[in-house]
């Protein structure tokens, strides 16, 4: 199976790298899917979106992203988000008491967790 290098790093750190079979992320554009062998493409991820990463090993990597950019070019994907977490590091009880935060960046940050930690709202 065909294979490219993925990064996903954010501004505090590096989450994730390796070899990847596809990476799902979601744009201002709309939701992209990346297979090895893409054009190269510049987007802008939305925030409070859902990054999958299906890896070379069959695993699936989920992390909530609020912002940054998405860069595909012949050498791989870099995901460089201004703000991620990994769908393991998300503390559920917290994000769905943020749901109903007055403050609409919280919420949205809040709703992505879920999705990333696999508990819809």
């Known amino acids: 199976m065909a294979e490219m290098t993925v990064q996903l790093v954010a501004v505090e750190r590096r989450l994730w790298s390796g070899t990847a079979t596809s990476v799902v992320a979601q744009t201002f554009e709309g939701e992209i899917g ?5 054009e190269p493409v510049l987007g802008q991820l939305v925030e409070g979106g859902v990054v999958r990463i299906r890896t070379a090993d069959g695993e699936l990597v989920t992390a909530a992203v609020h912002g940054g950019f998405l860069s595909v070019t012949g050498e791989g994907v870099s995901i460089l988000a201004e703000n991620a977490e990994l769908a393991g590091e998300i503390d559920v009880e917290r994000a769905r008491g943020n749901v109903g935060s007055d403050d609409e960046a919280e919420r ?5 967790r879920l999705r990333a930690a696999g508990h819809a709202v």
């Open 108 to 112: 949205v940050r809040a709703l992505a």
């Open 34 to 38: 990346i297979l090895p062998g893409h």
